[in-house]
């Protein structure tokens, strides 16, 4: 499929199942797949939706979506060892789209040999899509996206987690980390705009960070785990990630970490 027929995809389910359940899920619509980890009648038939058009057009890739995993984990093993493979992140932000937040996203990322080389964040409510293509840049609503410069002090930086116990820890002479958007799909273009100068994740489900690398290393940026290694999508390892607008600021947060106790719990 071309890179454009992939957008109007997303676009045409999320018009389809998802934008008409936002702020109208009915009883019984919301589930818990584990103790506070929501999933709801949106999220799955759009999962359903996305995996079969992608799986029509692509018959040998496999297509690790998060609620297929959720039901059979092996799945996991087969993207691991796949050429080509499909993520696919049918409601990110799933808790943020039940309580009624337009900070919610779409996304699919494509990966050849391990590799993400095409990915899509479609956030519905704010109208905005991503789309990143290895080696030809990252977009927005078809606008190329360059990186916002990040400021000279890092003691000025601000950094976001999604982890709950890290908000308010802090590393050498960096401010108190702060809470994300609390979606994938939302914090790695919100990083791109300046809205936070690195964000730092513990979870690293390749549905959540597939994409968003791409578009983040296309615009400039970097991610690492806390050993310098860049990160990959097949990562068997759990976080702590460090994403940033430029290798630079990543290279001085994992400096400033090193030290840090708190990360390790």
């Not at 964000?199 to 959540?208: E, M, Q, S």
């Amino acid at each position: 499929m071309e890179t454009d027929a992939i957008t109007a995809l997303l676009h045409e389910v999320a018009a389809d199942v998802i934008t008409p359940r936002f702020r109208a899920l009915a009883d019984g619509e919301v589930d818990e797949k584990n103790p506070g980890d929501l999933v709801t009648v949106a999220d799955r038939e759009a999962e359903v939706l996305l995996t079969a058009a992608l799986q029509a057009a692509y018959p040998d890739a496999v297509v690790l979506g998060e609620e297929a995993h959720a039901a059979d984990p092996r799945v996991m093993h087969r993207y691991r060892d796949a050429a080509h493979a499909f993520t696919v992140d049918p409601v990110d932000g799933t808790r943020n789209f039940v309580h009624g937040s337009p900070d919610h996203a779409v996304m699919v990322a494509e990966l050849r040999d391990g590799a993400v080389v095409r990915s899509w964040i479609y956030q519905p409510q704010w109208a905005a899509t991503y789309v990143a293509e290895r080696g030809s840049g990252a977009f927005c609503n078809a606008v190329r996206l360059t990186a916002a410069p990040t400021p000279p002090d890092p003691a000025s930086w601000r950094g976001v987690t999604s982890r709950w116990p890290w908000v308010r820890e802090q590393g050498d002479g960096l401010a108190p980390l702060e809470i994300t958007w609390a979606c994938c799909g939302v914090d790695y273009p919100r990083l791109l705009s300046g809205e936070a100068d690195y964000v730092l994740y513990r979870g690293l489900k390749p549905w959540d960070h597939a994409p968003g690398s791409l578009l983040v290393t296309e615009a400039g940026g970097a991610a690492a785990h806390l050993d310098g290694a860049p990160y990959q999508p097949r990562d068997e390892v759990i976080g702590p990630l460090v994403v940033a607008r430029d290798a630079a600021t990543v290279d001085v947060v994992l400096e400033r970490l090193a030290a840090a106790e708190w990360l390790r719990g």
